[in-house]
């Protein structure tokens, strides 16, 4: 059966007096003298009220007054009060009062008698008398009302639904006035922008202006100078003139002093002989020696298009239509605490369009639980994405907020939890055959991968996809013996087989290059190669690494403290510094001629002895990266540890959490300073496994 609820009704006068009145003067709302006014505070009073409190506020600078019900401090608004907003929702209640005072209970059109009712399942509208046959009219024709439908008094729902209607009115006004302060803000901004932006080209251009001014005051400089040669050369031509003028003076002087008429007319003959040789010299004493022609030429050349070039390119004003609430991040669900971790931030303009350039002012900040801000790198793709990359410290869970523009981008603040564990990327499980016994690889110059495994007597080859390859079979005579491999300079596959000693070259086919043996082998597990191509044999049986060069030629041995075995000989490889590695309960790293370097691990360089259900099983370096990885197998775990190599720290582990590691043993470097390939030998029913990690 519908279940009718019962509502209780509003005494209309009560209510006018609690939210219809103003506090202040006890006067009714009204559109007219006592136009209800929204202040910044949230409450409403008369305007007459506020006109007559804001008669004080004048003598203030700036003027304000007190609410008279939360006393909170309003400030007078440049147009006076009536530029205060209307209250909305007193302004929807006066007039939703209005009309529900006047309205009357709607009634049944079939039965006058009976009121309205409302089925809140179906909203189907009907009386009492009309669901007696469950039958309701309905758009979609005749159909039953629901059972356990609620039913309500239809004018109740009325009013409901209306409280409702205002009630999101309300929040949508509330989010436009949001909007509408934040779209001032943003002009403001703008202005501001623009007016930085003019001062920085301002100042860009009075630099041009300064190149400019100081090439025109060499110009003239140079021009100066160039006068000042010519007027001098002129003036001392002036001054020569100046002279002969002078001699010809002293020349025509008659005043000998002499009475002898015959010596007076031969020295005026002489003088008119020296002023017959000055003429001739006149033309060329008289021509001016410099000349008035200077002339500045310019467009004469290609500077005046490359300067225009130039200066068409000099500067960019660049703008932005992102839009940050449309904007996107992607970041991955679970990151792992000591890795790096990326998200991806695309921009969309205001038509959800991408964004195809960058050079957006992206802000980021990325924090702990805790507050601990985390330290990122943000790259711009100059696309309209960006890279942010940061690397949590802790598994913890974090804050990463994204600001464009200094406004949120769609869904920021993000949540990014990290977990302390580090789960493989990739498994490979040695195809149809399946892996037994895996227990070294190494990565061929072809960039395929080369697994030992031991258990099925094969090499198996996979690609860099983790995708089955090809088969190499080990001689029969093999027998599961062969535990050791190594890549030698000249891209062939060293083996070592402690069942017949020996040691064994092959190519990528299988065939047997080249095979050797020793009378000081007992049982050579392990085997590596350096750069030069010597070859480093760890007998656990003799409890001492042999060295051999490429040929098979014996060269010395290595041994441990004053002469004694080595306890453990778990594996041995070569760094491209030369160093042999030997891995046991410590890393022991020794120089190329035998001598004891440094210890890594397992309390080395301590006073903590190493556990003894610690063993390294394999230890490789990325130098690039400063980072030594080991294998290790404990008592109760088996792990990877990741070391800094020039520090001898541990910067953390690698647990593999939904894949457990039952025992690993080789392991290899991708190349690409993030992944590290191990192989996992397996326990019991757990089939072996290469397993591709992260570890930067």
């Not at 027998?479 to 190594?486: D, F, H, I, L, S």
């Amino acid at each position: 059966m519908s279940t009718l609820v019962e509502t209780v009704s509003i005494n209309y006068e009560d209510f006018s007096d609690s939210f219809l009145t103003c506090t202040t003067c006890l006067n009714r709302y009204d559109p007219s003298e006592h136009a209800p006014k929204l202040l910044p505070c949230s409450h409403t009073i008369c305007h007459t009220c506020l006109g007559r409190i804001a008669e004080t506020a004048t003598a203030r600078t700036p003027p304000t007054f007190r609410c008279p019900i939360c006393r909170n401090s309003i400030v007078v608004p440049r147009g006076g009060i009536s530029a205060l907003p209307p209250s909305f929702l007193v302004n929807q209640l006066l007039d939703l009062m209005a009309s529900q005072h006047r309205e009357v209970v709607p009634k049944c059109t079939s039965h006058q008698s009976e009121e309205l009712l409302l089925c809140e399942s179906c909203d189907a509208v009907f009386c009492t008398r009309c669901n007696l046959p469950k039958q309701v009219e309905s758009k979609a024709g005749d159909f039953v009302c629901h059972h356990e439908a609620t039913v309500v008094p239809f004018s109740i729902a009325l009013k409901r639904m209306s409280k409702i209607m205002l009630y999101k009115a309300q929040q949508c006004m509330q989010k436009l006035e949001t909007g509408e302060q934040a779209i001032l803000r943003e002009c403001q901004s703008l202005d501001a922008s623009f007016n930085t932006t003019k001062a920085a080209i301002n100042k860009s251009v009075e630099a041009i202006y300064s190149l400019v001014e100081k090439h025109r005051t060499f110009l003239v400089n140079s021009l100066e100078n160039l006068r000042d040669q010519k007027k001098g050369v002129l003036h001392e031509q002036l001054n020569i003139l100046k002279e002969e003028k002078g001699k010809i003076e002293e020349i025509c002087n008659l005043d000998s002093g002499t009475t002898d008429v015959q010596w007076e007319m031969q020295a005026i003959g002489g003088k008119i002989a020296n002023l017959n040789s000055m003429l001739g010299g006149m033309p060329l004493l008289c021509d001016p020696r410099e000349n008035a022609y200077m002339f500045f030429r310019y467009g004469h050349n290609n500077i005046l298009t490359d300067l225009r070039v130039c200066l068409e390119g000099f500067g960019e004003i660049r703008h932005s239509h992102t839009l940050p609430s449309l904007c996107k991040a992607t970041l991955p669900v679970i990151a792992s605490a000591h890795l790096s971790t990326r998200m991806t931030i695309q921009c969309h303009d205001l038509n959800g369009e991408p964004c195809k350039v960058g050079g957006d002012p992206i802000t980021v900040m990325i924090a702990s639980a805790g507050g601990g801000v985390v330290h990122h790198q943000l790259v711009d793709r100059e696309n309209g994405s960006y890279d942010v990359t940061f690397t949590p410290p802790t598994a913890n869970t974090y804050s990463v907020e994204v600001k464009i523009f200094d406004r949120h981008i769609q869904g920021s603040p993000f949540e990014c939890r990290v977990s302390e564990h580090i789960n493989p990327v990739n498994v490979y499980s040695g195809g149809d055959v399946g892996l037994s016994r895996p227990v070294n690889i190494v990565k061929g110059r072809d960039g395929k991968y080369y697994v030992l495994d031991t258990g099925n007597d094969r090499i198996a080859v996979m690609t860099e996809d983790f995708e089955h390859k090809d088969n190499i079979l080990l001689p029969d005579s093999a027998r599961q013996g062969v535990t050791g491999m190594a890549l030698s300079p000249s891209s062939t596959l060293i083996c070592t087989n402690w069942r017949t000693r020996e040691i064994l070259e092959l190519d990528f086919t299988g065939k047997i290059v080249h095979r050797f043996t020793h009378d000081l082998f007992n049982c050579p597990c392990s085997i590596a190669v350096n750069g030069k191509g010597e070859i480093f044999v760890a007998d656990s049986g003799a409890g001492l690494i042999f060295s051999f060069t490429s040929t098979g030629k014996y060269i010395r041995k290595i041994t441990g403290s004053s002469g004694h075995r080595l306890d453990i000989l778990q594996a041995i490889s070569c760094f491209e510094s030369e160093d042999i590695v030997l891995a046991d309960n410590v890393i022991k790293i020794y120089e190329g001629s035998g001598r004891l370097k440094r210890q890594v691990g397992g309390g080395a360089g301590s006073k903590t002895a190493p556990a003894k259900d610690d063993i390294y099983q394999s230890v490789v370096l990325d130098a690039p990266n400063d980072l030594l990885l080991a294998s290790k197998t404990e008592k109760r775990r088996n792990v990877l540890e990741v070391w800094r190599y020039s520090t001898a720290t541990l910067q953390f582990v690698i647990d593999s959490a939904e894949w457990k590691l039952r025992r690993p043993a080789g392991m290899v470097l991708d190349g690409d300073g993030v992944h590290v390939l191990v192989c996992d030998v397996g326990v019991g029913s757990n089939p072996g496994a290469v397993l591709k990690f992260r570890y930067a």
